[in-house]
């Protein structure tokens, strides 16, 4: 009897599958990138830049969260439930407080000659502070700023903020936007917790 040889898989064209399977995956794979927060860095200023003026106290709403996850407002301890109100109450001014933000007047398309406020909210952390406040703050603060763009958006168009927003009517978000700028300053965390 003669001796069979074992046939012989061809595998020339494996390495053809192995490539077009890793090609179908990475087109059929979707990326979700809707994590993080939604913050617009300012460009980097030229050398030749003079420092800014500086900013007067009362139009500075200065919010720290410490190592201890307490919430520190101008000085207070407070819930986080309670900071978009109070937040609100600072950006608005409604009864134009003297201890609040100064106002100055603008050009605004839609509104016209409008008193926008000066303020700026100054955003600090403790490096021992935990993700999860860190969130709820960022979050009641810009529920606040949404919350007065919608307010005003309701008043003058009749239409929610959102609305304007996701039927692309860019030139009324811009102005409503131009009324209440967002502006979050955020201080480089500091090392308090002895670590």
Not at 35 to 56: A, M
Request: overall charge negative; charged content about 30%.
């Amino acid at each position: 009897m003669a001796k069979r040889d074992t046939p012989e898989i061809n595998a020339g064209s494996m390495a053809d599958i192995a490539f077009l399977l890793l090609v179908f995956f990475l087109v059929t794979t979707t990326m979700d990138s809707d994590y993080g927060l939604l913050r617009k860095l300012p460009p980097p200023l030229p050398p030749e830049t003079v420092e800014p003026p500086p900013i007067k106290d009362r139009n500075v709403f200065v919010v720290l969260a410490n190592a201890n996850d307490q919430l520190l407002v101008e000085g207070e301890v407070m819930e986080i439930s309670q900071l978009k109100e109070s937040a609100k109450e600072f950006i608005a001014n409604p009864q134009r407080k003297e201890d609040l933000p100064a106002f100055k007047v603008e050009e605004i398309p839609y509104f016209g000659k409008t008193e926008v406020s000066k303020q700026v909210i100054s955003l600090q952390n403790d490096r021992g502070t935990s993700y999860d406040l860190y969130i709820q703050v960022q979050n009641e603060l810009a529920r606040a700023y949404d919350e007065l763009r919608d307010e005003l958006a309701r008043e003058k168009f009749g239409q929610s903020f959102q609305y304007l927003v996701d039927t692309g009517q860019k030139k009324k978000v811009s102005a409503i936007k131009d009324v209440y700028p967002q502006r979050i300053s955020e201080a480089e965390p500091k090392n308090t917790g002895g670590n």
